[in-house]
């Protein structure tokens, strides 16, 4: 019975004493390996699999289940004592409180700034001051590296045979739509398993927007884990094309769903709605989530031609054309017209549904997709709606999803889509294009020039 009791005795042979308040000593510093150390991973048992009481040593990086002396976390760390390092300090992964092992300790990290810095990368919280200052530069915990926050890659290297990017572009667009972003910045979590999939999002936001995070850059694999589990791989089975669009209503639909309060911050942020003319004395009322805009017809690369062969339109005709006119467009049987637009406005650009006329052409889509240019600059004038055309709106530029096109070497195959996001520092006026971890700065008036796909505009009056 002594011996139970010393074992959950927070105060057993002074240790709280040694750690309260002073800076780390030789002892901790031994048994943290920051380079060993991965917080995006499934919070997962490494030895029964087990997703309940889990913490993660500090020194390896592998994730334990429990604290008693039958637990796979207390074996682990005295199965430890023979290697050359110990491996005694544990971090719980849901409450991010500290305990030496196998003494079974909860360690006070008062003053002890790494400790404080962990359980940030663990799981970050915000203040609505905080929010404000955003994005600012960082340093991360591991290397002291640069990185702004928010313009930080997402790695999904622990899925290397599935296709992810078109998922991580999409979650960093919906985490620059400033509304949706604060929503989740500042979601304090009540779903747990009823709605996990809120919960991984959540967290992947926090994340991305992180002053404190061990790498400059974050993981989707948890959220690729419960893709599959839970939802039959939906948004991974690309189907004709990985479509980010696809990902994009997806997730708005399925978010959405466990609560009001969220549905209408969406609504409020992204929402706008279309006037139907079906004839000349019936209209219908359509929301939209995103304006689709179907390109110009235009013929394909052949040997020998370049990208200044390539048909040209610029953005603003093409809106005005589509949604601000009272004739029909191309081969649409109606005629739609904007009734409201939202404060973001999402366009869509389909450069690969439209195209499907042939059985080549479904084989090959990528190959075959439309490659017209869209001109455009970072700012739109768009009239209020069809019915309202004096009043302009003015639209800035926030995000910007391209598709880069690698060419298959097996020409009985399609080529391959690598999706990028462009995205705007609003702090600095500065824009950086974002592929996998890699965050690089670009000249915003050559975006343009590369394939635009999906894009995301702010209403600044």
Not at 180 to 187: A, G, K, P
Not at 315 to 344: C, H, M, W
Not at 379 to 401: G, V
């Amino acid at each position: 019975m002594e011996g139970k009791r010393r074992l959950s005795d927070n105060r057993t042979h002074g240790l709280d004493k040694k750690f309260k308040g002073e800076p780390l000593d030789n002892e901790l510093r031994r048994n943290i390996n920051l380079q060993k150390l991965d917080f995006d991973l499934p919070v997962q048992c490494s030895v029964n699999h087990s997703t309940n009481d889990v913490y993660g040593c500090l020194q390896c990086g592998k994730f334990f289940q429990g604290r008693d002396q039958q637990s796979p976390a207390f074996k682990h760390s005295i199965a430890s004592r023979t290697d050359n390092l110990p491996h005694n300090m544990f971090v719980n992964l849901v409450t991010r409180k500290f305990y030496w092992l196998p003494r079974n300790v909860k360690v006070d990290i008062e003053g002890i700034g790494l400790l404080t810095q962990l359980q940030c990368c663990i799981k970050p919280s915000f203040s609505k001051d905080m929010i404000e200052t955003f994005p600012q530069l960082c340093h991360d915990t591991i290397d002291k590296e640069e990185y702004i926050n928010g313009f930080i890659g997402i790695n999904g290297n622990n899925h290397s045979s599935l296709k992810t990017d078109h998922i991580s572009v999409i979650l960093l667009l919906m985490a620059h739509i400033n509304p949706i972003r604060d929503y989740f910045l500042l979601y304090q979590g009540k779903y747990g398993q009823t709605f996990e999939l809120f919960e991984i999002v959540s967290l992947i936001m926090k994340k991305l927007w992180s002053p404190t995070i061990l790498r400059p850059h974050v993981s989707s694999s948890k959220l690729v884990d419960h893709l599959m589990i839970k939802y039959d791989s939906v948004l991974l089975k690309g189907g004709v094309v990985y479509n980010p669009r696809t990902v994009l209503l997806w997730l708005i639909n399925k978010l959405t769903q466990p609560s009001a309060d969220t549905l209408k911050v969406f609504k409020q942020a992204c929402q706008g709605q279309l006037i139907q003319l079906i004839d000349k004395n019936t209209t219908k009322q359509i929301p939209f989530w995103n304006l689709t805009l179907n390109l110009p017809r235009s013929s394909y690369f052949k040997d020998g031609r370049n990208v200044n062969d390539l048909l040209q339109i610029k953005l603003e005709k093409l809106v005005r054309a589509k949604f601000y006119s009272n004739s029909e467009n191309g081969d649409d049987s109606v005629t739609y017209q904007i009734e409201r637009l939202p404060k973001y406005l999402i366009i869509y650009f389909n450069r690969y549904d439209s195209n499907m006329s042939n059985t080549t052409k479904e084989l090959f889509p990528i190959r075959n997709r439309n490659q017209t240019i869209v001109e455009f600059s970072t700012q739109m004038e768009l009239p209020k709606s069809a019915s309202d055309t004096k009043l302009q709106y003015l639209y800035r530029l926030q995000s910007n999803i391209v598709s880069q096109v690698k060419a298959n070497s097996d020409n009985s195959k399609d080529d391959m889509n690598q999706w990028k996001i462009q995205l705007l520092n609003k702090n600095t006026n500065e824009w950086y294009e974002i592929h996998d971890i890699k965050c690089n700065k670009i000249d915003p008036e050559l975006m343009f020039l590369k394939e635009t796909y999906l894009q995301v505009w702010e209403k600044t009056y």
